[in-house]
């Protein structure tokens, strides 16, 4: 009885080492699968989506084009990787949205007809173009409505016009104002990003923050924007 107790032992002690090994170098992988999961998921989603690279591309005509309708380049920035990631595309719902930022051609084809911009909606299909159809929507809208005008509300107002018009136009602040506010903020002088992270789907992260109270939605798009 008593050799066969020995022998067990034996057998435990000298398993023991290989059993340990084997626990360390399973902890290990672990380890490092947890570290690249980590390290991927605290890569710039806008990153991931080429946005940055874009971003930085176009940073010279967005420079220009804020000079020339005398509009912030952070601005115009934010507002075309919300509206567009950056992209010359055709949206909205009927495809009536055009460019990077967005224009609806249908309101504003005249008035860039007019100042020689574009003579066709495809023309805003052109990232340069596009980008200067936009700022130059938007000093419309800050003449039309802006400082020193009769609807002037001050605020954030002009930025929900952009999105909504005249009914945008009524609020002082709203959910497409602060998500692009929330993203100048994220756009260095240089064009370059200086946030870590920002929601895939920013609109969404707004809305689940609570679009009735839109007081609380720069704090809670913060949470999620980690400078």
Same mark, same amino acid.
């Given at each position: 009885?008593?050799?066969?107790?020995?022998?067990?032992?034996?057998?435990?002690?000298?398993?023991?080492?290989?059993?340990?090994?084997?626990?360390?170098?399973?902890? @290990?992988?672990?380890?490092?699968?947890?570290? $690249?999961?980590?390290?991927? !998921?605290?890569?710039?989603?806008?990153?991931?989506?080429?946005?940055?690279?874009?971003? !930085?591309? +176009?940073? *010279?005509?967005?420079?220009?084009?804020?000079?020339?309708?005398?509009?912030?380049?952070?601005? @115009?920035?934010?507002?075309?990787?919300?509206?567009?990631?950056?992209?010359?595309?055709? &949206?909205?719902?009927?495809?009536?949205?055009?460019?990077?930022? #967005?224009?609806?051609?249908?309101?504003?084809?005249?008035?860039?007809?007019?100042?020689?911009?574009?003579? #066709?909606? $495809?023309?805003?299909?052109?990232?340069?173009?596009?980008?200067?159809?936009?700022?130059?929507?938007?000093?419309?809208? =800050?003449? #039309?409505?802006? *400082?020193?005008? =009769?609807?002037?509300?001050? &605020?954030?107002?002009?930025? %929900?016009?952009?999105?909504?018009?005249?009914?945008?136009?009524? #609020?002082?602040? %709203?959910?497409?104002?602060?998500?692009?506010?929330?993203? /100048?903020?994220?756009?260095?002088? !240089?064009?370059?990003?200086?946030?870590?992270?920002?929601?895939?789907?920013?609109?969404?992260?707004?809305? /689940? %923050?609570?679009?009735?109270?839109?007081? =609380?939605?720069?704090? %809670?798009? +913060?949470?999620?924007? =980690?400078?």
């Amino acid at each position: 009885m008593l050799p066969a107790l020995g022998w067990l032992v034996r057998m435990a002690r000298e398993l023991l080492v290989p059993v340990a090994i084997l626990f360390a170098a399973l902890a @290990l992988v672990a380890l490092l699968f947890w570290a $690249d999961e980590v390290s991927a !998921s605290a890569r710039p989603v806008l990153d991931e989506l080429g946005v940055l690279d874009r971003l !930085s591309e +176009a940073w *010279p005509d967005i420079i220009d084009a804020a000079a020339e309708t005398r509009t912030d380049p952070l601005v @115009l920035a934010a507002m075309a990787i919300h509206e567009s990631r950056m992209l010359a595309i055709i &949206g909205g719902r009927g495809g009536e949205m055009y460019g990077p930022l #967005q224009v609806r051609w249908k309101t504003w084809g005249p008035l860039l007809r007019e100042k020689g911009i574009a003579d #066709q909606a $495809d023309d805003l299909l052109d990232l340069r173009t596009g980008l200067l159809a936009g700022a130059v929507v938007l000093a419309e809208i =800050r003449r #039309q409505w802006g *400082p020193g005008t =009769r609807l002037d509300r001050g &605020g954030e107002s002009l930025l %929900c016009a952009y999105d909504g018009g005249m009914k945008g136009l009524r #609020q002082d602040r %709203c959910s497409y104002s602060v998500t692009v506010l929330a993203l /100048r903020d994220c756009v260095e002088p !240089s064009g370059a990003w200086r946030c870590h992270e920002w929601p895939r789907r920013p609109m969404a992260t707004v809305y /689940r %923050c609570g679009v009735a109270d839109v007081g =609380r939605l720069p704090e %809670c798009i +913060a949470a999620e924007v =980690r400078p």
